[in-house]
């Protein structure tokens, strides 16, 4: 789950990082009113989406004045701000963060992220702050600082150290900066996070560290022990279809493709899109439904996959474990019958009660193909696809 800007710095102060001090508007009265409550005669106006390259965008300008702080967030409220992160559909614009000017010398990037490779914590530093992680590390590898934390000892202070150095900071801010980590390195653990990225995170001409920008991500799993955070998921922000997906408890992803999946397991799921691509096809979404799955769920799962207006054709890839195959027929049959389908559907059935499931769908009368395995279901719905289509 991510979080906006203005919610991510509010987290992190609590932990004692510094952050400018600014007021999140909904009108661009609003944003005249905070702008006004902190004084000054420099504010940035930023738009909040869940996405970066805003700046890039238009979504993040300079006011020198109240009026330009009110005319800006009249232009951006309600605009449909595209950047590279959001692709062409863009996000739209519901409310904007008004924060005091800093005054800026230097900008480096701070992120932590978890490593699945080793499973542990992982820190990633640069002098390259301001410019998207992603473009540095595949320009200019050499310039990012990479820092494993040992989840037996937690962080040290010599993990400071090692990226204080790496960042070349002064002697004089090696002290703040060390409190910055520990502070990120405590907020990680204690909100469930999989992701913080701060860019830039900027020495001022006063020599102070300042967070500028904060983006967070927390593991969705963990959410039933953090209610303040739950507190605030924007479900604006969230793909509809996987919103949707996540009221039933189904895991899904949408993609760019036009078959759609309908899985059980994590593994099966990504071995049956994996397929899919192999014979020429691409998937529409991930889709895993899970191992207790009852009739209803699989129903909604269902008609999720026919929302997405994208699907050409679906394939069900079901092994039956937990997971009785009749009880996906059931579920297949219902839903196939509430949604009228119009594309072609391939069912491939393996498991518990496997044959049981089979003469359900051979016996219902609709237009279901049955495969034998998974790389005859993959060939199936690929050239079932195309034929339509042609």
Known sequence: ????????????????????????????????????????????????????????????????????????????IGMTLVTHQTGPEGKEVKRVYVEEGSDIAEELYLGMVIDRSTSRITYMASREGGVEIEEVAANHPEKIIKVTVDPACGIQLFHARELAFGLGLPA???????????????????????????????????????????????????????PEVYEMRDEDEEEPLELQ??????????????????????????????IIKLHGGEPANFLDVGGGANKE??????????????????LVNIFGGI??????????????????????????????????????????GLAITPADNLEDAAQKIVQAVKKAAA
């Open 323 to 364: 997971m009785r195959c009749d009880i996906i027929a059931e579920g297949v049959i219902a839903a196939v019958r509430e949604v009228s389908l119009s594309v072609p559907l391939v069912v491939r059935l393996e498991g518990t009660n496997v044959e049981l499931g089979k003469k359900m769908l051979s016996s219902s």
């Open 297 to 314: 769920k699989v129903t909604e799962a269902f008609k999720l996959i026919m929302s997405d207006p994208n699907v050409e054709g679906i």
């Open 172 to 226: 004089e801010l090696h002290k703040d900066f060390g409190a910055l980590v520990f502070s990120m390195y405590q907020c990680f653990q204690d909100t469930d996070c999989s992701q913080i990225e701060i860019n830039p995170l900027v020495i001022t001409k006063q020599d102070k560290l300042i967070v500028l920008d904060a983006k967070f991500n927390f593991d969705e799993n963990g959410l039933f022990r953090q």
């Open 1 to 76: 789950m991510n979080i906006h800007e203005y919610q991510a710095k509010s987290v992190l102060a609590k932990y004692g990082v510094s952050v400018p001090r600014g007021g999140v508007a909904y009108t661009p009265a609003e944003a005249e009113a905070a702008a006004q409550n902190l004084g000054g005669s420099l504010w940035v106006v930023k738009a909040q989406i869940h996405a970066g390259g805003r700046g890039k965008g238009g979504g993040v300008k300079l006011a020198r004045s109240l009026d330009e702080v009110k005319n800006f967030a009249k232009e951006m």
């Open 245 to 274: 997906a996540s009221k039933f408890g189904l895991s899904y992803v949408k993609m760019d493709g036009s078959i759609g999946c309908m899985v059980n397991g994590a593994g099966l799921a990504m071995a049956t899109m994996d």
